[in-house]
Each structure stands twice: as C-alpha cells, then as structure tokens.
C-alpha cells in the first residue's frame, strides 16, 4: 500500500524527470537588459509638482529580454525609496515614460531608478519644492 510520501513524492519526480527532458529548443534564450537613463542628468533641476519625460536608450536593446515592463523609483542617498513609485507597466523598449515629480524634502541628491529586466539608474540631480 502507498503511503501519501511516497506517493506524493512519486509526482514529484515524475514531473522533474519531464522538465529535465525538455529539449533546449524549447527554453529560449533571454539576455539582461541594463538601458542606460539619458535624462535627467546631472545638470537637471526638477520642480516639484511638474511632469517630466524621464528617457532612457533603448538603441542595444537584445531580441529576448527578461522583463519588458519597468517601474521607476526615486532613489535618495544611495537607498531605493520605494514610496516613491514613479512610474510602473511601461514596456521598457519605449525608451520614456512621463512622471510626476514628487515633492520631496529639498536639500538632497536624488536620482532616478529604472527596473525592468535589470535596474539602472541615473546621475544625481536636484529637486527643488513648489
């Protein structure tokens, strides 16, 4: 008689032995995508409350990347805010999507984060308040 172990581990295995077998034909490539973010740059001073197309270039871009949707964070003294989500669903191979600048404390160095396939992120700038 079959204990539920061995039954349940019996599955399990069968199931293993049918990914294994999967030709790699079947399993196509996927290259990491790291695009760089060409504005803002470093010399770029946002106003809090304004809209902005934050771009990046997409010119390298492999056939087969991971992710294609992207999200956009602000990142604040070397740490991901991850309360500030900028930007979410946007298809990575656009090379833009637009923004609300958030109002944040001013003072500080801000850069952007862009995540998709992998994450990426711009040079410092500033933010400055309404």
Do not use: C
């Amino acid at each position: 008689m079959s204990t539920p172990f061995t039954i349940l581990f019996t599955t399990f295995m069968s199931f293993l032995v049918l990914a294994v077998s999967l030709p790699l034909s079947v399993l196509q490539a996927r290259d990491v995508f790291v695009p760089p973010i060409l504005y803002p740059d470093a010399g770029t001073v946002w106003i809090a409350g304004e809209y902005h197309d934050v771009t990046w270039d997409t010119s390298n871009a492999p056939v087969n990347i991971t992710n294609k949707y992207g999200e956009i964070y602000l990142r604040n003294n070397s740490l991901i805010d991850f309360n500030y989500e900028l930007a979410s669903g946007f298809n990575i191979l656009d090379g833009w999507v637009q923004i609300q600048v958030p109002d944040v404390p001013t003072g500080y160095a801000y850069s952007l984060v862009l995540f998709g396939d992998s994450g990426n992120d711009s040079p410092d700038f500033t933010i400055l308040g309404e």
